[in-house]
């Protein structure tokens, strides 16, 4: 595994990095980072795509009104994707406005890591986005090879503390992500009316569709929904509860 380094974004930010080879070195590797284990965690998976101009600027206010907020309060870690593009570019931007605290780690393929004055070396490569403190650039070259990985990495920085995953829209590798989670048995709250992959798992929570890629996540119990025009004291809530488990 190679040693931690540091970089610069653009807009000044500096983010720490580091190259673990194999599941074996995480431990290590986010120790290296200074990330402790023991706290609380919201993993963040999914999308920002199709939305209506109005459903958009609803899931915005998701992460500016109470993720962040939250991260804040209880000194939560937060887990996503790390690349400038949907909900892990709402999840930097809102840690920016609210200048907090909280660290916030990107996990993603190296081989589709897009650093600062770096080019692109295929189409599929993104820049990681820019509010990010930690990165975690894992083995692969394609969409998804990071999934096990966000779930490893969140488990084992929780340490025993309470976690959650909160998925809004998504798209083929957000079902990834999501049996990820279950299978570390995190509880995962979709954001139902946010379109894609959450509203079809919505659906199939309710009853008025069958999908048996969709209903083993469901039978794992770990699923439940709420509404993105529910207004967001029952997000807020829900999360409080399950952090609020270890006090």
């Not at 290590?28 to 600027?57: C, M, P, T, W, Y």
């Not at 690349?83 to 393929?109: K, W």
Request: glycine fraction near 8%; proline fraction near 5%.
């Amino acid at each position: 595994m190679a040693n931690p380094f540091q970089i610069v974004f653009p807009n000044q930010s500096v983010a720490d990095i580091i190259r673990p080879q194999s599941a074996s070195d995480l431990p290590s590797a986010l120790q290296n980072l200074g990330l402790q284990k023991g706290h609380r965690v919201l993993v963040v998976i999914g999308g920002a795509s199709k939305l209506s101009e109005d459903d958009f600027a609803r899931v915005r206010l998701i992460f500016s009104d109470v993720l962040a907020p939250l991260a804040q309060k209880w000194n939560a870690y937060v887990v996503d994707g790390g690349t400038d593009a949907g909900v892990m570019r709402l999840m930097g931007q809102a840690r920016s406005e609210h200048r907090g605290g909280f660290p916030l780690i990107g996990v993603c393929p190296e081989k589709l890591a897009v650093l600062p004055d770096e080019a692109k070396t295929s189409d599929e490569a993104t820049l990681l986005e820019p509010h990010h403190t930690h990165f975690l650039l894992v083995p692969g070259a394609a969409w998804g090879d990071e999934s096990p990985w966000i779930a490893n990495v969140a488990s084992e920085l929780a340490d025993g503390k309470p976690s959650v995953t909160v998925l809004i829209n998504g798209g083929e590798v957000t079902w990834k992500d999501a049996s990820q989670n279950v299978l570390h048995g995190r509880s995962i709250i979709v954001i139902a009316g946010s379109g894609r992959t959450a509203d079809h798992l919505a659906a199939v929570l309710r009853g008025e569709l069958i999908d048996q890629r969709a209903q083993e996540l469901v039978d794992s119990g770990l699923i439940q929904a709420i509404d993105l025009n529910a207004g967001h004291e029952e997000l807020t809530k829900t999360i409080e509860r399950i952090f609020a488990a270890a006090e």
